[in-house]
């Protein structure tokens, strides 16, 4: 099975700055789209940003500009730069992964994921 631990979440004041790694575990993530997700308390879990495989990447639109998704084949890690950081970004986000190239923005698309990091951003 495939295990993904994400650190790097905390509290930040608004305008700072996280980065948040995902580390993967039982499958190479130079053939995966890896995906980050969040979930804000009584919302429901939102799309944040993928890569795929073969380097394209998608947002959500409320995060272009500010957040960047990478990955380290090398070292298995997928990151997500977060700059500019807005209270409205407060949530657990977490780390996932999906088969093949296409970018989803469903979380039912992905298979497993991280147990999340709480990311807080006090204004």
């Known amino acids: 099975q495939v295990q993904l631990v994400e650190s790097g979440g905390g509290l930040v004041q608004a305008g700072g700055s996280l980065r948040l790694s995902c580390a993967v575990s039982g499958r190479t993530i130079s053939t995966s789209t890896m995906g980050w997700f969040r979930q804000a308390p009584g919302k429901e879990r939102e799309f944040v940003a993928a890569?795929?495989?073969?380097?394209?990447?998608d947002y959500l639109d409320s995060v272009k500009g500010r957040f960047t998704i990478s990955r380290d084949n090398a070292k298995n890690t997928a990151y997500l730069q977060m700059n500019s950081l807005k209270p409205e970004d407060t949530a657990i986000y977490y780390c996932?992964?999906?088969?093949?190239?296409?970018?989803?923005?469903?979380?039912?698309?992905?298979?497993?994921w991280g147990q999340g990091t709480q990311v807080t951003v006090s204004s």
């Open positions: 996932t992964w999906r088969r093949g190239g296409c970018l989803r923005v469903r979380p039912e698309d992905y298979i497993d």
């Open positions: 890569i795929s495989w073969g380097g394209p990447t």
